[in-house]
């Protein structure tokens, strides 16, 4: 696909995994790359996080902060880890509206692009963001110009969170005042991620891919079988909390004919030894 590059970081494709929070640990970012994604992402991070973060996948790392405070020393901290660096002014949660982070900060410039600077001269490597659509995203967009190797464009509003039509001609316009790459986010799947790159550089897949890291293959025209047993022992390889191997467990019936039945039995389960003697949920 020719020289596919964020800045200094060199990629196979222009398929990549969505920072999604509490979805994106580090053995479904595995076997999202197994099938071929471009760049991981992890779910978002506050740099004062006293959680060591488990990185061997070198993912794009996603920071959420409302200040400067605690940046550059995270960003040092993880650099030799990771493959490039996200600030988060995309999230839509009640939680983000609560603290004014992601998509409810988009009238702080001044704290952005301070934040930005920061984030420039601790790190040699890319830096993108993840913006949503507001009054002020084109203002961001070119303060980012100035200190990002990309920027993430979801183009619904915060009000909006994940329901309602994207507005691709904000995203269109968008793309035609910047500089540098602009990746598209918002109801991307295998049928249209194609369309998409017509007009973008790259592509965001994030709920199509939930319980589905086998998108990324077929995005190339690849078949690759990847069951939830994979995850599993991933899982357990990383230490990763029952409760979350239970969530995965959910996502992965999204496309069982009987799914239903299958998500009762997973939610009555009571250890990952219960969740293997489900019938039906592997294959």
């Known amino acids: 696909m020719g020289n596919i590059r964020i800045g200094n970081l060199k990629l196979e494709n222009r398929y990549l995994l969505a920072p999604m929070a509490d979805v994106n640990d580090i053995a479904f970012r595995l076997l999202c790359k197994k099938a071929g994604c471009g760049l991981v992402y992890t779910g978002m991070v506050n740099p004062l996080t006293k959680q060591e973060l488990i990185l061997d996948d070198k993912p794009a790392l996603q920071i959420f902060s409302t200040s400067e405070r605690g ?5 040092k901290k993880y ?3 990771v493959s490039l660096f996200d600030f988060n ?11 004014g982070f992601g998509s409810f900060m988009h009238d702080k410039l001044e704290v952005i692009e301070n934040i ?14 993840k913006l949503r659509k507001s009054d002020d995203a084109l203002k961001i967009a070119k303060i980012a110009e100035k200190y990002c190797d990309a920027i993430c464009i979801h183009p619904r ?30 109801n ?3 049928e249209n991620a194609d369309e998409f790159l017509k007009t973008f550089d790259f592509v965001m897949i994030g709920r199509e891919a939930m319980g589905n890291p086998e998108i990324f293959a077929k995005l190339q025209g690849k078949k690759i079988k990847i069951d939830f ?6 899982a357990e390889k990383y230490n990763l909390k029952f409760s979350q191997i239970k969530m995965q467990a959910l996502n992965f019936t ?6 239903k039945e299958l998500r009762r039995q997973i939610v009555n389960a009571k250890s990952v030894l219960d969740i293997e003697k489900i019938e039906g949920l592997f294959s």
């Open 254 to 259: 999204k496309a069982k004919k009987n799914a």
């Open 188 to 190: 991307v799947n295998a």
């Open 79 to 81: 650099e030799k880890k």
């Open 229 to 234: 047993k994979d995850y599993i022992a991933l």
């Open 89 to 99: 002014l995309g999230c839509p949660a009640k939680t983000a509206k609560d603290l």
């Open 157 to 186: 509003t915060a009000s909006q969170g994940y329901s309602g039509i994207p507005d691709i001609k904000f995203a269109e316009k968008l793309k035609k005042n910047l500089s540098i790459p602009v990746i598209y986010s918002g």
């Open 116 to 129: 930005l600077k920061i984030m420039k001269k601790s790190t040699k490597k890319p830096i993108s963001i």
């Open 71 to 75: 940046v550059e020393e995270f960003i």
